[in-house]
């Protein structure tokens, strides 16, 4: 029988890398105006399979955080791009909320089970 962090083990995952790239893309949106600031960014995708091979969630993010290329630089250096960055703040969140519903659902179904409904 599997254990419970066998269980959770890809949505906790998933739902931590999901909120460390809120938390980063936030960030870049505070420092909008901010001079000389680079918008970083977590690859999510490769995390994930990084961390779901043994690595843990603290090297996948080191791992696979980079800085954002803008498509139009601006002359202070900052590379935020306001419209770029809230785009991917909301879909993020879309998916941090899918994450959070698919751990709920485990966790509905083991209560469930263990009142033999």
Do not use: E, R, W
């Given at each position: 029988m599997p254990s419970l962090d066998q269980i959770f083990a890809l949505n906790g995952e998933a739902l931590q890398l999901r909120s460390q790239r809120?938390?980063?893309?936030?960030?870049?949106?505070?420092?909008?105006?901010?001079?000389?600031?680079?918008?970083?960014?977590?690859?999510?995708?490769?995390?994930?399979k990084q961390a779901q091979n043994g690595s843990?969630?603290?090297?996948?993010?080191?791992?696979h955080t980079g800085y954002r290329v803008p498509l139009q630089p601006s002359l202070d250096g900052n590379t935020v791009e306001l419209s770029v960055e809230q785009t991917l703040f909301a879909e993020n969140a879309i998916q941090y909320r899918t994450t959070l519903s698919?751990?709920?659902?485990?966790?509905?179904s083991i209560r469930r089970a263990l009142k033999g409904e």
């Open positions: 809120l938390n980063m893309l936030a960030s870049n949106i505070a420092n909008a105006s901010t001079p000389g600031y680079k918008a970083k960014d977590l690859d999510f995708d490769l995390a994930m843990s969630l603290d090297q996948a993010m080191t791992d698919f751990l709920q659902g485990q966790v509905s």
